[in-house]
C-alpha cells in the first residue's frame, strides 16, 4: 500500500541518519545482516527502534493510522531479538 511505501521509505532515511548502513529487507536487510550489525554495535537496537517509532509517528499523523501503537505492543509483547 502506499502507507506502507511511505513508512518504509522514511524508516530507510531515518535509518540512514542514525548512522544504520543496512537496508529494510532485500539486499543487505535480512535478518542476518541486520543481526550480525546488531551484534557487532552495542547500543543500535536502541537507535533502530527509536528510527522505527519515528517514522510511524510521522506517517499516523499523516495518514490517521495505527502503526506506533502496534510497534510499541510488538516491543510490549516481547515480538523482537534482543541484542546488546
Known amino acids: 500500500s502506499k502507507v506502507h511505501t511511505e513508512l518504509h521509505s522514511l524508516l530507510r532515511q531515518n535509518l540512514k541518519e542514525a548512522g544504520i548502513p543496512l537496508n529494510v529487507g532485500g539486499k543487505d536487510g535480512s535478518a542476518a545482516d541486520w543481526a550480525r550489525y546488531m551484534n557487532a554495535n552495542p547500543g543500535a537496537q536502541r537507535q533502530a527502534f527509536d528510527a522505527v517509532l ?21 516491543i510490549m509483547n516481547g515480538n523482537f531479538t534482543s541484542f546488546p
Request: charged share 30%; aromatic share 4%.
Open 54 to 74: 519515528d517514522a510511524s509517528r510521522a506517517v499516523d499523523a499523516r495518514h490517521g493510522t495505527s502503526i506506533t501503537q502496534d510497534v510499541w505492543r510488538n
